[in-house]
């Protein structure tokens, strides 16, 4: 086998996720659907707002000549100041289309961001519990990631954060609403994070880019907010997309936005651009910049979302299980009730309920649920869980 020792060994320590979704696959042809609790995939159960379909149609019935051609690899024009019209908005900073370059979803912009940006040997912190991908996009790129737990109820610790930080910190990357563990930063959170990487990068002499990686952005539950980090870091560049607050991950389509008031933003737009082409991807798909240039104030149904997550978090307290309530995003994180995360999931198993071991996100003694599946799995589960509750001495 001639393929690279380095995916060699990538392949062997394989995605807990996905095993547990094939784990999922074998039992639902045993059991069928409705009898297996597969809690493992973040794949929005949810359809695409109703203004989607719609401008689908519009599109569909009134084609654009060209509308399939090349455009220029930043993306359309018309998208870009749509996209930057809305930052404005939000942030009150003079964002135009000069500084968002579509992407082919948040995990093709946050490889063109850290190709951008990394020399060889050059540190990324990340804060544990993360999305396991972060680990080969900046292993991708030549990078070396640092890992820094978050405190116990997974809000940034800044002493530790701090202690990490060192001449060939590059980035750092953060997630709010987070996943796995659906907890959201506040305002003051993120003042002093900004404040800390602009006090460190002076004492160094560099520049740490603050990445904010913000796909749940919009998905945010009684009454919080996500507080747009443009406003605390001049050094903020935010990766997003449109694969969970308009519900359309399978069509690849988000944007990097960049602080427009950051020393050298252009020519960072300029490599971000270089860079969107030369991984291969080129340009973000044409037909879906058309219509999300449309659709920058939709969303999908949160509702739906926090019902569920009510349903899952409350039964799990009731049990005696320990969570941190999730303010956003569609997953929980709850503390693992035996000593080894590998055998609480196994125990989950012989119940039908198929969950992912926080090992896999770079933090042990939790597992993680995602509970964006249909209400009726979710509720057809809770009396498995009560019989693990009980299996595992809770
Ligand atoms: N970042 C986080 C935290 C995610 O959870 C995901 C997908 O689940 C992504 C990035 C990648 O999303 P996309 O579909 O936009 O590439």
Redesign the pocket.
């Known amino acids: 086998m001639a393929i690279s020792k380095k995916i060699s060994g990538f392949l062997s320590g394989a995605s807990w996720i996905r095993k547990m979704f094939e784990e999922g696959e074998r039992l639902r042809a045993i059991y069928g659907a409705e009898k297996v609790y597969d809690f493992t995939l973040?794949n929005p159960d949810v359809e695409p707002p109703a203004a989607f379909k719609e401008e689908l149609k519009k599109l569909a019935n009134n084609p654009i000549p060209g509308m399939h051609r090349y455009m220029s690899n930043a993306g359309y024009q018309e998208t870009r100041q749509a996209v930057a019209d809305v930052l404005a908005e939000n942030t009150g900073l003079p964002f135009d289309a000069r500084h968002v370059v579509m992407t082919v979803?948040?995990?093709?912009g946050?490889n063109v961001v850290l190709k951008t940006l990394l020399d060889q040997g050059d540190e990324v912190i990340v804060l544990t519990p993360y999305?396991v991908e972060y680990r080969f996009y900046v292993d991708n790129h030549g990078g070396v990631i640092k890992e820094v737990p978050t405190g116990p109820d997974f809000q940034p610790d800044l002493p530790a954060l701090e202690a990490a930080i060192t001449p060939r910190t590059k980035a750092v990357i953060i997630?709010s609403p987070n996943?796995p563990t659906g907890v959201v930063y506040d305002a003051a959170c993120l003042a002093e994070l900004g404040k800390l990487l602009d006090k460190k990068g002076q004492e160094l002499g560099t520049t740490i880019y603050l990445i904010s990686?913000e796909?749940y952005a919009k998905i945010v539950y009684d009454g919080l907010e996500a507080p747009p980090v443009f406003k605390f870091s001049r050094n903020s560049i935010v990766v997003t997309?449109h694969?969970k607050d308009l519900a359309l991950?399978g069509e690849r389509i988000?944007y990097i936005a960049v602080h427009p008031e950051m020393d050298g933003v252009d020519l960072l737009v300029e490599g971000l651009v270089f860079c969107n082409r030369t991984l291969g991807f080129v340009n973000a798909p044409a037909l879906m910049q058309r219509l999300v240039a449309k659709l920058q104030r939709e969303k999908v149904d949160i509702a739906a979302y926090r019902e569920k997550r009510d349903l899952l978090y409350n039964h799990l307290v009731s049990l005696g299980f320990q969570v941190v309530k999730p303010g956003g995003a569609f997953y929980l994180f709850p503390r693992c009730p035996l000593p080894d995360d590998l055998e609480f999931v196994r125990a989950a198993q012989k119940y039908n309920i198929l969950v992912v071991p926080g090992g896999g996100f770079g933090r042990s003694g939790y597992f993680r649920l995602s509970y964006c599946i249909d209400k009726q799995i979710i509720i057809n589960s809770l009396p498995a869980w009560t019989q693990l509750a009980r299996e595992v001495g809770l």
């Open positions: 973040g979803g948040a995990g093709g946050l999305f997630n996943n990686d796909p997309s694969s991950p988000g």
